[in-house]
T-cell receptor, first 113, second 113 residues
Framework: KAGVTQTPRYLIKTRGQQVTLSCSPI?????VSWYQQTPGQGLQFLFE???????NKGNFPGRFSGRQFSNSRSEMNVSTLELGDSALYLC????????????FGSGTQLSVL | GENVEQHPSTLSVQEGDSAVIKCTYS??????FPWYKQELGKGPQLIID?????GEKKDQRIAVTLNKTAKHFSLHITETQPEDSAVYFC????????????FGTGTRLTIIP
């Protein structure tokens, strides 16, 4: 089975721009979660989607949004980028059918200049 | 919400010795406790997990113990090898509620050859 795939691997943007990150979970996994990882704040939960519906959301501003498609692929969008949005953005899928174990991709490293 | 504290933040051990990383959690409703290993340039990799109805779990050189009363759990790595060098994260979650892993701040483990 292929693992969780995230694209692009690296991204450089400037303040005020917007960005879209993509994630494809392991085949058959219906849940996708997004996390932000920074040296200062560690791993912070952004949101989780299950069967195209957002079922949980972390404490991030509305500039951070996401969606999930019928094939379980997910996208995360950040609008009006700020310097503090520079981070590693990780996507993860949950094991089926127990929805217990979380499997991460390698992440997208976003740098905002 | 859940809060997970992890100690130590850095740990250096001689190759062949044991390493222990400790975490405490605040939400008594949490019932699932995974450990992740993150190598440079990669996403976190699940290495072992434990449910609250189990006190100890072992997988080759890795073991996890859980004390529900004291709300703490630990990762034990025996016979350490250079490839064990990485950052380790503990996490806690209440399965069956709003699935959301809360992570500790990480431990950078260095194995000295």
């Amino acid at each position: 089975k292929a693992g969780v795939t995230q694209t692009p691997r690296y991204l450089i943007k400037t303040r005020g721009q917007q960005v879209t990150l993509s994630c494809s979970p392991i085949s058959g996994h219906r849940s996708v979660s997004w996390y932000q990882q920074t040296p200062g704040q560690g791993l912070q939960f952004l949101f989780e989607y299950f069967s195209e519906t957002q079922r949980n959301k972390g404490n991030f501003p509305g500039r951070f949004s996401g969606r999930q498609f019928s094939n379980s692929r997910s996208e995360m969008n950040v609008s009006t980028l700020e310097l503090g949005d520079s981070a590693l953005y990780l996507c993860a899928g949950r094991s089926e059918p127990t929805n217990e174990k979380l499997f991460f991709g390698s992440g997208t490293q976003l740098s905002v200049l | 919400g859940e809060n997970v504290e992890q100690h130590p933040s850095t740990l250096s051990v001689q190759e062949g010795d044991s390493a222990v990383i400790k975490c405490t959690y605040s939400d008594s409703a949490s019932n699932y406790f995974p450990w992740y290993k993150q190598e440079l340039g990669k996403g976190p990799q699940l290495i072992i997990d434990i449910r609250s109805n189990v006190g100890e779990k072992k997988d080759q050189r890795i073991a996890v113990t859980l004390n529900k009363t004291a709300k703490h759990f630990s990762l034990h790595i025996t016979e350490t090898q250079p490839e064990d060098s990485a950052v380790y994260f503990c996490a806690a979650e209440r399965l069956g509620g709003n699935e959301k892993l809360t992570f500790g701040t990480g431990t950078r483990l260095t194995i000295i050859p």
